[in-house]
């Protein structure tokens, strides 16, 4: 199995069904849920299976979907957002918290937090991209795991903590009524939150 740097072994991890964490818990900062919600963002979009390009990050399509992507992060920083969610899968959840890291330089307020499924998240993934998930979680301000071990509904559990812990989510959707981002954006819609859909293909970007 593939471990940690140093740097994650280091840092504040919280297992979210051992723990019984919410928004209060996390370590950054003790602010009340409704305070919270009004100024975080969480993230969602489809595998890079589903994308055009697939896992070509120096294709046109993806430097273009990368940089509305950016645009949109921006955005929702004018508009106060200081914490960013990443449930930190392959493709668009990535992207998104490479974003914030490189805007975390001109705005060194801004909070990236790692949501996890399950510590056994990237068993099946290749070694750059082991490399990778695990760099970036040792740059992120917290991380929680939703329960130790995949099982089935686990990937659900997670989206639905990401979007209960933010007001604003920014979804990188085509639309189809399949799939964990289709779930997303449907429980977010239920929840009164505020959407921001890019569509992957057209760059259409659409509130809901």
């Known amino acids: ?24 818990n996390i370590s950054s ?8 919600l009004m100024i975080s963002c969480a993230f969602t979009g489809h595998r890079p299976a589903r994308l ?12 273009k979907l990368k940089a509305l992507l950016r645009e ?16 930190m899968a392959l493709g668009i959840d990535q992207w998104a918290a490479d974003i914030v890291l490189e805007l975390k330089q001109m705005h060194p307020k801004l909070k990236l937090i790692a949501v996890r499924p399950c510590e056994t998240q990237v ?18 301000d917290d991380v929680f795991t939703i329960q130790p071990r995949y099982s089935k509904g686990v990937m659900h559990k997670r989206n639905r903590f990401l979007v209960d812990h933010a ?10 009524v399949d799939g964990g ?11 009164g939150r505020s959407i921001t859909v890019i569509h992957p293909d057209t760059l259409e970007v659409t509130q809901l």
């Open 1 to 24: 199995m593939f471990m940690p740097n140093e740097d994650l072994r280091n840092k504040n991890l919280h297992n979210v069904d051992s723990d019984g964490l919410n928004i209060s």
């Open 29 to 36: 900062g003790m602010v009340s849920d409704t305070d919270k």
């Open 52 to 63: 055009a390009f697939g896992f070509d990050e120096s294709d046109e399509r993806c430097i």
């Open 72 to 87: 949109q992060i921006e955005a929702l920083i004018v508009k106060g957002v200081t914490w960013f969610y990443s449930g």
């Open 123 to 140: 068993d099946n993934w290749t070694v750059a991209q082991h490399e990778r998930h695990f760099a970036t979680l040792a740059l992120c």
């Open 167 to 176: 007001e604003y989510l920014l979804a990188v959707y085509d639309g189809g």
């Open 181 to 191: 981002t289709s779930y997303t954006v449907k429980y977010a819609k239920e929840q």
